[in-house]
T-cell receptor
Framework: GAVVSQHPSWVICKSGTSVKIECRSL??????MFWYRQFPKQSLMLMAT?????????EQGVEKDKFLINHASLTLSTLTVTSAHPEDSSFYIC?????????????FGDGTRLSIL | KQEVTQIPAALSVPEGENLVLNCSFT??????LQWFRQDPGKGLTSLLL?????REQTSGRLNASLDKSSGRSTLYIAASQPGDSATYLC???????????FGKGTHLIIQP
């Protein structure tokens, strides 16, 4: 149980393109989803917290107008990288949790490797 | 703000050895701590979750301990195998709405 599916796995696109990444909880309802980013040889950094039906909360330094997050249902959150540039090339990974502050683990997707040419 | 530090950054040992990976965190008001494994170019594999009320958690050859008072956790790997080669990440709540804060990881190589 507790499977999180992330799509697509790989994206290669031209500079200026907008890219949408989907994160789905397949067998549980995720009231909260998290988006992380990992640059080469770095660890994962939290970008934003997404709660179903409300606006996402962004970490300091993350541009909310560039990284649009939508969490319209209890099983789906999307991250859209708008007008992507080469510096946005990174590994993006989502996680989902049924209830935060409950001691339940976060379950991670397999990540999306984004390359902007 | 939570900060997570992992020591050592890299470790290379012959197979069969027992290993200890260390993790320290600054904010001890956590309700759990997770250890993950990441293979090159891949996502995360959850290894162990320790609740704040627990001191240890075991899965196969892996054992993780948690000492909240000192802000430390260790991951013990028994009888290491080449297939254990990966980066091991420690993560504690402390990001926005308790998103996870990750350490930089320990890059482990087990020599055949």
């Amino acid at each position: 149980g507790a499977v999180v599916s992330q799509h697509p796995s790989w994206v290669i696109c031209k500079s200026g393109t907008s890219v949408k990444i989907e994160c789905r909880s397949l067998d549980f309802q995720a009231t909260t989803m998290f988006w992380y980013r990992q640059f080469p040889k770095q660890s994962l950094m939290l970008m934003a917290t997404s709660n179903e039906g409300s606006k996402a909360t962004y970490e300091q330094g993350v541009e909310k107008d560039k990284f649009l997050i939508n969490h319209a249902s209890l099983t789906l959150s999307t991250l859209t990288v708008t007008s992507a540039h080469p510096e946005d090339s990174s590994f993006y990974i989502c996680s989902a949790s049924g209830f935060v502050n409950s001691g339940q683990p976060q379950h991670f997707g397999d990540g999306t490797r984004l390359s902007i040419l | 703000k939570q900060e997570v530090t992992q020591i050592p950054a890299a470790l290379s040992v012959p197979e069969g050895e027992n290993l200890v990976l260390n993790c320290s965190f600054t904010d001890s008001a956590i309700y759990n701590l997770q250890w993950f494994r990441q293979d090159p170019g891949k996502g995360l594999t959850s290894l162990l979750l320790i609740q704040s009320s627990q001191r240890e958690q075991t899965s196969g050859r892996l054992n993780a301990s948690l000492d909240k008072s000192s802000g430390r956790s260790t991951l013990y790997i028994a009888a290491s195998q080449p297939g254990d080669s990966a980066t091991y990440l420690c993560a504690a709540p402390g990001g926005g709405a308790d998103g996870l804060t990750f350490g930089k990881g320990t890059h482990l190589i087990i020599q055949p």
